[in-house]
């Protein structure tokens, strides 16, 4: 998948060139891109060990815990079905570790909920309300401190690079609630038209 | 009490709550700390070949000239939605690759600036959107459900809202 992106875009920007003239200025860029990309990756280190110690101790203190137990009441008005057949303790975890961006974490958590769900599952081949909710809100970021971003933010030089945090709380907010409501908005429609074919 | 200040408070209160953590009897809570940065060191250097490929590639495709030529395309459609027309590498890029979108993000930050209105809606849409495509093929991909039914479309509309979202909320925000 990357390799073909990869691929296509130095292809499309080796044509581009020969017809723009720019070829003198990509074959720079080339350099400068190769040894951007290692500054980079310098500049990120410091924040991205820091925080993934952060995290490691919130882990091990039960921190993840304390938030799952504070999301139940709200997960439980979005799951009903995952309420009643058990599997809304692999949702939470999974959410709880989305919410404090434990990426490495977030996944397997994520798959292991799916799982879970998959085996209350009646048609197996075939996504249930909880799963398409679940997944559509696993694709609108809830991460409530994205490190990496900062990091990012003050290698290219921000004087303020965390004034965006709030911003994006309520972006992320917004974004989250719309994807239940939506997901689940559709889900009911499906099964309207479903009921009247019947 | 203006959203700077709260903001620069967040990181230093975090600091002080893990130092508090730490010093706690219970258990070594200092060791798993040096754990987990070494797993951040691991991470941080597994990101570097996709990195150097697609920040090579990114340069590549903005100096042929390609980058000017689409966003002229699509600049009328931009301003018409009020996102501005120096995200769209980003916003091409966001929903099918992590690595790429990070390279396209860096890429406008070092060429207008990471304060500018472009690099301020830039960072909004990439601390509230995630991968898409990776997000519903690594979920359903792990128990084989073949139909996902309405999970992809409404994933796409949702990513689509928080675009528009995001540059609305950097305007009343930040100007």
Redesign the interface.
Known sequence: ??GK??SA??I???I??CF?G?IG??A???L???S???T??FD??GM??????????????GAIEFLAKLLRPILKLIFPDAYKNGSITAITAAISANILGI??AA?PL??NA??K??ET?DT????TDD??T???L????L?I??T??LA??R??????????????W???A??AA??VM??RG??IC?RLNRSKKT | MNIEFISSLIIPFIMLAVSLIVLSPKKNYFDEFLIGAKEGAYSAFNLLPTLIALIVALSMFSASGAVDFIAELLAPVCSAIGVPSELLPLLITRPVSGSAASSAYLDLLSKYGADSFAGLCASVIMGSSDTLIYVIAVYFGAVSVKKTRHTSFTAFIVMLFCIFLSCAIARTFFT
Do not use: H
């Open positions: 998948m990357l992106c990869f875009i130095c499309i920007s080796i581009f060139a723009t720019n200025n990509m720079n860029a080339i400068d891109g190769a951007r990309a290692v980079l990756s990120l280190l991205m060990c820091l925080w993934c110690a952060i995290l490691k101790v919130a882990e091990k203190s990426g490495n996944t994520a798959v799916m799982q769900m998959q599952n197996p081949d075939t996504a799963m398409v679940f997944t559509v696993g694709t609108a970021s991460d401190l994205p990496t971003l990012m933010r290698a290219a030089g921000s004087a303020e690079p965390y004034k965006i945090i709030i911003p994006i309520i972006c992320s917004c974004c719309f994807a939506l997901a559709l889900c499906g």
